[in-house]
């Protein structure tokens, strides 16, 4: 009977303390849950963190890449205010090309935080991204990319860029195909590296589809970080000297060619109207 009573007192005192913890305790679970950063803001905090440091050329360490990448792969449309069937992704016959709409987030000398809305055929034309590291997150369709890097691996004496000549398109530079596929959301966010990984690429839509662009620094003509557009010709094109490469692996080089203008590119920008992002 003591036994008895004595754990009925122990039991009687558990069952009256144990609740209050257990009501504070869930208190504070809902306090955390109802002031839960909203993903934008913790990929710019992310960002923030990640290209304290940036500048032309400079990679960042690989944890904070991998930091980076885990935060942008867990955002979806929705956390950026998107559907696929807003203005911004339907087709315009009026252009020879759709009209691709830019939806600016944040920029500051460190990074910049955007996205690329493209209706369906919507093209961003090859270009690249000079000493910038760049992470793209594909929030939703079908998208094919074909990327390049600058050929420099092959023996000193090939000759990898070809120079101006009456028989010759000028100025041009060999490259190798690092990508060229479709890929659909959700996927693994890409990055690409200042002299590896793809640094030049075009984007091609296959549906409607958006794309969340990091770049770290961002562009700066002031800078030399300016974006260059490419006019692209099979490696088969051009017969230059002193460069052998075997035929099997023929497909996946190409020579490119700086482009001066842009006639049929049209890209509008827009204000991004999702959540808001708070610098503190």
Not at 107 to 136: A, D, Q, R, Y
Not at 224 to 243: A, I, K
Request: aromatic content about 8%.
């Amino acid at each position: 009977m003591g036994i008895e009573r004595t754990l009925g007192d122990r039991k009687g005192r558990d069952f009256c303390e144990l609740p209050k913890e257990t009501i504070t305790n869930s208190r504070a679970r809902r306090n955390r849950r109802r002031h839960k950063m909203p993903p934008v803001q913790k990929l710019f905090e992310t960002c923030k963190e990640v290209f304290a440091s940036s500048g032309t050329g400079i990679v960042p360490p690989a944890q904070d890449i991998d930091k980076l990448q885990s935060v942008l792969d867990g955002i979806k449309p929705e956390d950026v205010d998107l559907r696929p069937d807003m203005p911004y992704f339907m087709a315009n016959a009026s252009h020879r090309r759709p009209k691709i709409t830019y939806l600016h987030i944040y920029e500051c000398e460190k990074f910049s935080m955007g996205i690329f809305c493209l209706p369906p055929s919507g093209v961003i034309p090859l270009h690249n991204h000079p000493g910038m590291t760049v992470f793209s997150k594909l929030l939703f369709g079908t998208m094919h990319i074909k990327s390049y890097d600058w050929v420099v691996d092959l023996p000193p004496q090939s000759l990898t860029i070809v120079k101006p000549s009456e028989s010759q398109v000028p100025n041009l530079r060999l490259a190798k195909v690092k990508v060229d596929a479709d890929f659909t959301a959700p996927c693994n966010p890409s990055i690409l590296y200042p002299e590896d990984g793809g640094n030049m690429h075009v984007f091609t839509a296959v549906t409607a589809c958006a794309v969340l662009d990091v770049l770290g620094p961002p562009y700066s003509d002031i800078d030399g970080r300016h974006c260059t557009y490419y006019t692209n010709y099979p490696f088969s094109n051009f017969s230059v000297e002193g460069l052998s490469i075997p035929e099997e692996e023929k497909n996946v080089y190409e020579w490119l060619q700086e482009k001066d203008q842009l006639e049929d590119l049209k890209v509008e920008g827009k204000m991004y109207s999702g959540p808001t992002i708070v610098e503190s």
